[in-house]
């Protein structure tokens, strides 16, 4: 399917302020490219065609922290251009014994023995783990994973759920470190697709459900043994209920997408919907998680 991209000048200053725009409204189809060495930068943006193209930065542009360089750069993407202009941005990474690695690097990457690899083609959706938010949450599962083994528990009977599932990467994660029971939903139709595309490139269809869901349909009637949620905080906190409700005893809540000066609005808010669980947060740059783990 041909794309349309949208592609516009900021000062290279203002990288930060507008990436953190971004991330905070979760405005879907926008990233920043940014040239270190010439000290460029700009917002682009993918859509389906050149009038959503036009109507999401007259969304966008009042709600940009710097001033526009230059004026809208308007061309239509074949969609091998987009993949290849994403490989700039998206590099193979590890926590522990597992990878996560980019698909157009496969026949070169080296594996040490013993390591697990997730093979990762994101498309229009996000979540490779190049970014603080999907590292947090990556790392708490594989901190589990090694707990788990060490204290000889079951995964049997073990449900995880990857709320706001993205390109899949931390369900698909917790398949690729044992874990049976797997689900993800996203209310983005675009990324269950290509969770599913990510889970065939890594021989796991099948293994993971994904479906279309929210916070209220996707939890409903669910009990998790682990709960991820890399969700922006505002989110979170309205929904704090229905995350707490999913969660069975004995079981672990993780909850990223969370700003550093958000965290502590976070854990206050569920200290009240989860009294009695045990909490702990940590800081990666300028964003945090928290983790809940409830009473037997």
Not at 88 to 116: C, I, T
Not at 174 to 185: M, T, Y
């Amino acid at each position: 399917m041909d794309l349309v991209e949208i592609k516009i000048e900021i000062p290279a200053s203002g990288v930060e302020a507008a990436d953190t725009v971004l991330l905070e409204l979760g405005l879907d189809g926008w990233s920043l490219l940014e040239d270190v060495i010439a000290k460029r930068a700009w917002v682009v943006g993918i859509f389906p065609s050149e009038a959503e193209v036009r109507s999401r930065w007259a969304e966008l542009r009042p709600l940009l922290p710097v001033e526009p360089m230059s004026e809208p750069a308007v061309r239509l993407l074949a969609d091998a251009d987009w993949r290849d202009s994403y490989k700039a941005h998206f590099k193979a990474w590890q926590f522990g014994r597992l990878h996560w690695v980019p698909v157009w690097e496969r026949e070169s990457y080296k594996l040490s023995a013993g390591d697990e690899v997730l093979w990762l083609d994101p498309g229009l959706a996000f979540g490779t783990g190049n970014h603080e938010t999907t590292r947090l949450c990556v790392e708490r599962l594989a901190a589990l994973d090694a707990e788990l083994t060490a204290s000889g528990r079951s995964r049997t009977g073990l449900l995880v759920i990857d709320a706001g599932c993205g390109s899949g990467i931390l369900a698909l994660s917790a398949a690729k470190l044992g874990f049976h029971d797997i689900v993800g939903f996203d209310n983005d139709p675009e990324a269950v697709r290509v969770s599913e595309e990510n889970a065939e490139l890594n021989a796991l269809a099948g293994r993971v459900e994904f479906f279309v869901g929210d916070l209220i349909s996707g939890l409903k009637d669910r009990s998790a043994g682990v709960l991820l949620a890399n969700i922006l905080a505002d989110v979170l906190i309205r929904f704090a209920g229905e995350l707490v409700g999913a969660v069975a005893p004995r079981g672990t809540l993780i909850l990223s997408g969370i700003l550093a000066v958000e965290n502590t609005q976070v854990r206050t808010a569920f200290s009240k919907a989860a009294p009695g669980w045990a909490m702990n947060h940590r800081v990666m740059g300028e964003w945090s998680d928290v983790v809940l783990i409830r009473p037997a």
